[in-house]
């Protein structure tokens, strides 16, 4: 008897319920188009909002830096890790942010790990929005912290929850993802802001899908909301509009010195790789000097949204638009016919989401024919929704 029989027994009920997953491997560089099993395919699954991941000069940052300091960072930043570039990447994105200072982690997933596991602790509450991703749950988790969900966007519910229970805790941390990942709606920011004010509440803003892409700058939801300079914490990640790999935490001096006393997933871990800041820096830059690769992403959405009219779409203020699809066999089934099309656009279903959906998330360098080919295919499965009536593929 195998202390580890149990796993087979798991996986067959995941692939009962349809919630098996498995990894692919693409071929060829980064871009609007993905090469899947040996297939070209158009890709409206990718973070790469705004090209940056396949661009030449975050290459050649990359190679540079990887010529200069060598693969691998070799030890925390603490220790023997920091390098100039790590402080140019913070000092960039406190810039881009327009906060007193910033912190770079591996991931962004590590980020809210450490941020919020530094900020709270057992006598205090965490309200968190029940959309949020799970960096954020399972932060708010490892912290020890009370955790309450507050329904999606409802700050009616997150208002009657303060009431009732903040008096009870010390400190109090609100948690949202400023771009909703599997939605792409947006959190009402200015009033969060202002009830987290009302009840002497901390806010920390994930903008993970939010940076590069919303704000004039490429600030994120901060920016576009009218909120910069209100005080917050707010996170990211380098490795989606930004196109390289890592997070980071911008904010107050006061709150980056005091993460980098106490965030244990920045102190205890390997400083990001030499290559990967000077590819996140590089792209930091681009961000702010050409906005009109924003202003493409904005009308490459605006076109897809009137392609798309007639369909069934979530709510969604982002390049991220989602087509409700019915259960998940029906769900699986439209995602195969995309790809038989052409398209990669996956199925996201429970348990990463309450309901199944088709996820197609624009960027910048999607042609009209590009956003043309994927409406057609939508529209006649809508239409019809059998197998023969799908055009063959469109790339
Ligand atoms: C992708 C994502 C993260 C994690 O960022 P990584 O750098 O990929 O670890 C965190 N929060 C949200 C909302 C995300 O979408």
């Given at each position: 008897m195998s202390p580890y029989r149990w796993l087979s027994r798991s996986l067959a009920t995941l692939k009962q319920a349809g919630w098996y997953r498995s990894v692919q491997p693409a071929t060829g560089r980064a871009g609007s188009v993905v090469e899947l099993d040996g297939q070209q395919l158009l890709n409206f699954a990718s973070n790469n909002y705004l090209g940056l991941a396949g661009d030449e000069r975050l290459i050649e940052a990359a190679v540079l830096a990887t010529r200069t300091y060598g693969t691998g960072s070799t030890g925390s930043r603490l220790l023997t890790g920091h390098l100039e570039l790590h402080r140019q990447l913070e000092q960039a994105l406190a810039r881009l942010k327009q906060t007193e200072d910033a912190l770079v982690f591996s991931s962004g997933y590590s980020a809210n790990l450490g941020t919020i596991t530094a900020l709270v602790g057992q006598r205090d509450l965490v309200l968190s929005d029940a959309y949020n991703h799970s960096s954020l749950k399972n932060g708010a988790i490892l912290s020890g912290a009370t955790v309450l969900d507050y329904a999606h966007l409802d700050l009616a519910d997150l208002g009657q929850k303060l009431a009732q229970h903040r008096q009870s805790y010390r400190r109090c941390l609100l948690l949202s993802d400023s771009v909703f990942s599997m939605d792409g709606d947006l959190c009402p920011l200015p009033a969060l802001l202002d009830l987290g004010d009302t009840y002497d509440c901390m806010l920390l803003l994930d903008e993970a899908h939010g940076t590069g892409v919303l704000g004039a700058h490429g600030a994120g939801l901060v920016e576009q909301a009218g909120c910069t300079g209100r005080p917050l914490v707010q996170v990211g990640t380098l490795s989606k509009a930004l196109g390289s790999l890592g997070g980071y935490v911008a904010g107050s001096a006061e709150l980056i010195d005091f993460l980098r006393n106490r965030a244990p997933s920045w102190i205890y871990t390997t400083a990001l790789s030499p290559a990967d800041t000077a590819a996140a820096l590089k792209a930091v830059e681009i961000v702010q000097a050409e906005p009109e690769r924003r202003a493409q992403l904005w009308s490459n959405v605006t076109f897809l949204r009137q392609a798309l009219s007639g369909l069934d779409l979530l709510p969604s203020?982002?390049?991220?638009?989602?087509?409700?699809?019915?259960?998940?066999?029906?769900?699986?089934?439209?995602?195969?016919?995309?790809?038989?099309?052409?398209?990669?656009?996956?199925?996201?279903?429970?348990?990463?989401?309450?309901?199944?959906?088709?996820?197609?998330?624009?960027?910048?360098?999607?042609?009209?024919?590009?956003?043309?080919?994927?409406?057609q295919v939508l529209q006649s499965y809508a239409e019809v929704s059998t197998d023969s009536s799908l055009p063959t593929n469109v790339y």
């Open positions: 203020e982002s390049p991220i638009l989602c087509v409700r699809s019915g259960d998940i066999p029906q769900t699986l089934q439209l995602a195969q016919a995309l790809r038989q099309a052409g398209i990669f656009a996956p199925a996201i279903r429970p348990p990463t989401v309450p309901t199944s959906r088709i996820r197609l998330t624009v960027m910048a360098t999607h042609t009209q024919t590009d956003l043309r080919n994927l409406a």
